[in-house]
């Protein structure tokens, strides 16, 4: 398909009113994106990873296994790039821990 073709196609459904709907859509969009962010942007990933861990023990009465001693070590050697992974870890092993032992 051409840009002439996919021109006059968005220009033909336009002209007949069936995107209309589309600007409610994306805008419920935006709105849940922004809420979403602005929820998740006021947590650390360290809080984020604890509550994780204690969603995942009153649900199913265990844990997940996360290989931290290598995303820590890989994290060191790429310059703190997954940095957000690490702390969600250690948030999470010290829920975990805190109610293994």
Do not use: W
């Amino acid at each position: 398909m051409n840009i002439k073709a996919i021109h006059d196609f968005v220009k033909y459904n336009y002209e007949r009113g069936n995107y209309h709907n589309a600007e409610f859509v994306y805008r419920d969009f935006t709105h849940y994106n922004t809420i979403k962010s602005n929820h998740y942007s006021e947590k650390s990933d360290y809080q984020i990873g604890y509550n994780q861990a204690k969603i995942d023990y009153q649900r199913e009465h265990c844990f997940h296994s996360y290989p931290d001693s290598l995303l820590e070590l890989t994290n060191k050697l790429s310059d703190n790039h997954l940095l957000e992974i690490v702390d969600f870890i250690k948030g999470y092993d010290a829920y975990k821990n805190k109610i293994v032992h």
